[in-house]
């Protein structure tokens, strides 16, 4: 196993429209989180899921943006309509229910620029 | 509302010195910490963790401290080395399990 994988690394879209990343956690990990990052700041929680269910969205979460889980293993991040204020790195985290879930393994990012 | 603060946005230190990087919290309720680190273009990487029930916790050149009446901590690195150079984050977590990241410190290890 090779660690959490994100996919694509960079994206470059133009205001207005949709992107979806995605993300393998590592094989054997339960949860599933989602971070946004900004210049100069630390990651910002998402959301996160537990299996396939979506346990806790943040208010930054908006309506625009869309998480799933199918089947409880890859998850997808759907960002409808994008605006420039969504460009960003989007990290994604997995743990295991263990008795160390609270260590979040990450995977590299997606870098999105909305022009 | 920022709860996690790492007021020193960068760190100089010369090699084979001691690296203290401080961070500071104001929820009560974390319980559980931890410092990642981070290098350009990586995803944070974990490097150790404390419970709120203890008040250090030591893996090899890294020891974390932990002071629940000040709710500060801190991650000493002895000796540093050019390969600690990199920016590191304090994270603080209550039983929700979401991650409460600071804004990371950059440290630079000057040989």
């Known amino acids: 196993d090779t660690g959490v994988s994100q996919n694509p690394r960079h994206k470059i879209t133009k205001r207005g429209q949709n992107v979806t990343f995605r993300c393998d956690p590592i094989s054997e990990h339960n949860r599933l989180y989602w971070y946004r990052q900004t210049l100069g700041q630390g990651p910002e929680f998402l959301t996160y899921?537990?299996?396939?269910?979506?346990?806790?969205k943040s208010r930054l979460l908006s309506d625009r943006f869309s998480a799933e889980r199918p089947k409880g293993s890859f998850s997808t991040l759907e960002i409808q309509r994008t605006e420039q204020g969504a460009s960003a790195m989007y990290l994604c985290?997995?743990?295991?229910?263990?008795?160390?879930?609270?260590?979040?393994?990450f995977g590299p990012g997606t870098r999105l620029t909305v022009t | 509302d920022q709860q996690v603060k790492q007021n020193s946005p960068s760190l100089s230190v010369q090699e084979g010195r001691i690296s203290i990087l401080n961070c500071d919290y104001t929820n009560s309720m974390f319980d559980y910490f931890l410092w990642y680190k981070k290098y350009p273009a990586e995803g944070p990487t974990f490097l150790i963790s404390i419970s709120s029930i203890k008040d250090k916790n030591e893996d090899g050149r890294f020891t974390v401290f932990l002071n629940k009446s000040a709710k500060h901590l801190s991650l000493h690195i002895v000796p540093s080395q050019p390969g600690d150079s990199a920016v590191y984050f304090c994270a603080a977590t209550t039983n929700d399990y979401k991650l409460s990241f600071g804004a990371g410190t950059t440290v630079t290890v000057r040989a």
């Open positions: 985290a997995s743990s295991s229910l263990s008795e160390n879930s609270y260590e979040q393994y």
């Open positions: 899921f537990q299996n396939e269910a979506q346990l806790e």
